[in-house]
């Protein structure tokens, strides 16, 4: 049976899809100069406008906030959440500045129906 993902869930994977699809763009561009030069900033920064790489990130960014505002609302019902609201309580105010804890969340939020 197919997953029924919410409206963050689906945004969140279609930005994630444009995003690495971005990345790797760019990653073979920065590889085809480097492979002549070592790249200069002025070029890095052209190739980051040239291949959308800044508004993919931004999507993303978007994105990944979108499925964690959304998912604090959501695993309210879970039964783990329930049982240990002080631990994710410390992971969602830990957001901004614990990569990790934004990490699992996120992760955890693409688990919930």
């Not at 070592?38 to 070029?43: A, D, K, L, S, T």
């Amino acid at each position: 049976m197919k997953k029924i993902y919410s409206n963050a869930q689906r945004e969140y994977l279609a930005a994630k899809e444009l995003f690495e699809k971005t990345s790797k763009v760019m990653e073979a561009k920065i590889q085809n100069i480097t492979l002549i030069r070592e790249i200069q900033q002025n070029e890095m920064e052209k190739l980051v406008l040239e291949t959308g790489f800044h508004g993919a990130f931004q999507s993303l960014t978007d994105a990944e906030n979108a499925l964690i505002d959304w998912s604090h609302i959501a695993i309210r019902e879970e039964k783990e959440y329930k049982e240990n609201v002080e631990h994710f309580q410390n992971m969602y105010a830990n957001l901004h500045t614990n990569p990790q804890a934004r990490a699992t969340i996120i992760d955890l939020a693409m688990k919930l129906k």
